[in-house]
Structures are given as structure tokens and as C-alpha cells.
């Protein structure tokens, strides 16, 4: 081979090299590199209502084929829930679960949960048109988080130590609930509510420093007070609900596609946990037969006074605690489904 030829051949081999190069530089660029979020739940990673974020990860993660991954950061071990606010604003965790109530000293709005019986055929609806028309604003605006579902999740019973039959037996009972519409409720109950962490009402029962308290019945059941309280009133305290919030910082990295993605299947986790509540409470109460609970059905005048009351309660809480626009449409919105004044 002579010089020119081999000169030529080192040239286009050169040439093909460089073209090379420059078609894998411009497709590193082109592809986006993949986004990682962390999900923490107020709940350890077994608890039922954990199931939320994982049903969201998963499928999230399957339809974003990459780009996006949602991972498992922890549970109550990593963030206690005080601290979710400061840790989702500052980029420490991008997606929390929690309950709805969590920070009503922050997200007065957010208090909704509890005090009056909503339905659970109507729990997607109810709970997807609060959050649009009033829960994310609030929530974004103070928490810098973006809602992404708010669904009815458990309900919740009156456990006590000794048979309560009446209305009138819970006067003066001493009932631990959580902050907000709950511990009112029990005030207009007649009872004397009481604050007191969920890990505590175990002990508390069992010496007799409360004599009951409000319980969803998967954490009565988790937390085996059905040693200490083998009474259960029939009828229904609430129906709470759970947060499940990416940070705005988080949100705002997601290109549209992806926030649809995240958007579309929080909203169908929604809809799933709406069918999963009443199998989650048809095996908490064969649990609780088997431990022999006993469920005492109040007379229908004192189910009805019930009901009146905790409505009422409900009506004063969030007119007292939230803005005047946004508890006209709360209000708005929750007697389409479900009558409260």
C-alpha cells in the first residue's frame, strides 16, 4: 500500500472516531438523567396505610421506565412526624404519608378528618374535590408541599374497658383522642377527652388512667388492646384521612410528563384505598371476634343525638379554625355527600 493510500484510510479512520465521539456526547446530552425521590411515611414500612406510598412507587416507577424512581427512605425511625414539615421544605425527604391532621397548627384546612360520619361510597370523589379546591393551596402555601391525595382511609371506633351502652354511659369517661374535631367530639359526647400518644394507650387502659379511647381498628388490633379494651361501640367516631405530599422544590425538577405520571397514580391509589378500607375492616373485626370484643349497638335516638352532636362539633371546628372562603367551600363540598347542616 503506498503512502497516499494509507495516509487516506488513517483519515477516514480518524474522521469516523470524531463522528463517533460527537454522536455519543449528543446522546448523553439528549438523555436526561434519572430522578430519584425518597419516600418517608409516618408509619412503619408494614403498616397498612403504607401501602399508599408503595402502591404509588411502584407504579410510578414502572410507567416512568427509568427517568423517574421513587425509593423507600424510611418510616417513623428516619422523620418523626413534627418534623416533616421542615424536612420536605428543606429537600430532606421528597414524599411524606401522614395523617391528614398531622400539623393542624400549621394547615388549619388540613384538620378535616374528623367529628362526623362521611361515607365511604363517596370517599374518592369527596376527598379528590377538597383537595382541589381547597387543600392544595393551603398545603403549598405553607407546608411547600404539593397535595397529591387525600384519601379516606379507616374508621374509627369508641373502645372502652367497660361496656358502654348508652349515650349517657360515656358522661365523664375519660376518652383519649388527638387534637382537633376528635377531642371536641368526645367533649360533646360527655366524656373528658384526652391527649395521649397512640403508644400509650396500651398502658394507660390497662391501669385504668382513661377509660377508653378513639382507635382506628387495624391499630387496635396492631397494638393488641384488645387485652385492655374488650368493648367497642358499633357506632362510628370518623373516618379519617392521610396526606400523601411531594415537596414543590421536588415537583418542580419533574418534567410534565412525569408530574401527570405521579399525579395520575396518586389519584388511582386513591380510588384502591377506598375498596381496601372495607376489607382492611372486615379482618380487624373477625381479629377482634376472636379475642371476645363485644359490640354494643346504641338505641336509634342515641345513634341519631350521636350524630347531631359530633355534626355540630364538626360545623364549629372548621368555621372556627379555617379561613372564612375556604370553610364555605369545605363545607360546600363535604354536604353534597353527606349532610352536615
Do not use: C
Not at 410507567?63 to 429537600?91: D, N, Q, S, Y
Not at 393551596?137 to 374508621?155: D, H, R, S, T
Request: aromatic content about 8%.
Amino acid at each position: 500500500m503506498d503512502k497516499r493510500r494509507w495516509f487516506l484510510f488513517v483519515n477516514i479512520g480518524l474522521v469516523l472516531i470524531w463522528v463517533g465521539l460527537v454522536l455519543m456526547t449528543a446522546s448523553a446530552k439528549a438523555a436526561p438523567a434519572k430522578i430519584t425521590l425518597k419516600a418517608v411515611s409516618a408509619f412503619t414500612e408494614k403498616h397498612p396505610q403504607t401501602r399508599m406510598i408503595h402502591f404509588v412507587r411502584e407504579a410510578v416507577n414502572e410507567r416512568a421506565k427509568g427517568r423517574l424512581e421513587i425509593v423507600w427512605a424510611g418510616g417513623p425511625e428516619l422523620f418523626k412526624a413534627a418534623a416533616f414539615p421542615e424536612a420536605i421544605a428543606t429537600g430532606a425527604i421528597d414524599i411524606i404519608l401522614a395523617p391528614g391532621a398531622t400539623w393542624p397548627g400549621l394547615v388549619r384546612e388540613g384538620n378535616i378528618e374528623s367529628g362526623h360520619f362521611w361515607k365511604a361510597e363517596f370517599a374518592p370523589q369527596l376527598s379528590r374535590e377538597l383537595r382541589d379546591a381547597v387543600l392544595s393551596k393551603a398545603f403549598e402555601g405553607k407546608m411547600k408541599a404539593k397535595l397529591l391525595a387525600f384519601p379516606l382511609v379507616v374508621q374509627h371506633q369508641v373502645v372502652t374497658r367497660k361496656p358502654v351502652t348508652r349515650l349517657e354511659g360515656l358522661k365523664g369517661l375519660n376518652i383519649r383522642g388527638t387534637p382537633g374535631p376528635i377531642l371536641a367530639g368526645i367533649a360533646a359526647l360527655g366524656a373528658t377527652p384526652i391527649r395521649l400518644p397512640a403508644e400509650e394507650v396500651y398502658m394507660a387502659m390497662e391501669r385504668g388512667t382513661i377509660d377508653g379511647a378513639i382507635r382506628p381498628l387495624p391499630s387496635y388490633v396492631e397494638y393488641r388492646e384488645y387485652e385492655v379494651a374488650k368493648n367497642i361501640i358499633s357506632t362510628p367516631f370518623i373516618y379519617s384521612t392521610m396526606g400523601l405530599w411531594i415537596g414543590v422544590a421536588a415537583w418542580n425538577k419533574l418534567p410534565p410528563d412525569l408530574q401527570k405520571i405521579v399525579f395520575e397514580e396518586a389519584d388511582r391509589m386513591n380510588e384502591k384505598m377506598a375498596h381496601l378500607m372495607a376489607s382492611d375492616l372486615a379482618e380487624a373485626k373477625k381479629v377482634v371476634a376472636k379475642h371476645g370484643v363485644t359490640w354494643h349497638d346504641l338505641p336509634a335516638a342515641d345513634a341519631a343525638e350521636w350524630a347531631a352532636r359530633t355534626g355540630k362539633t364538626y360545623i364549629e371546628i372548621i368555621r372556627k379554625e379555617v379561613p372564612k372562603e375556604s370553610a364555605d367551600r369545605m363545607l360546600a363540598i363535604v354536604n353534597k355527600y353527606h349532610p352536615v347542616q
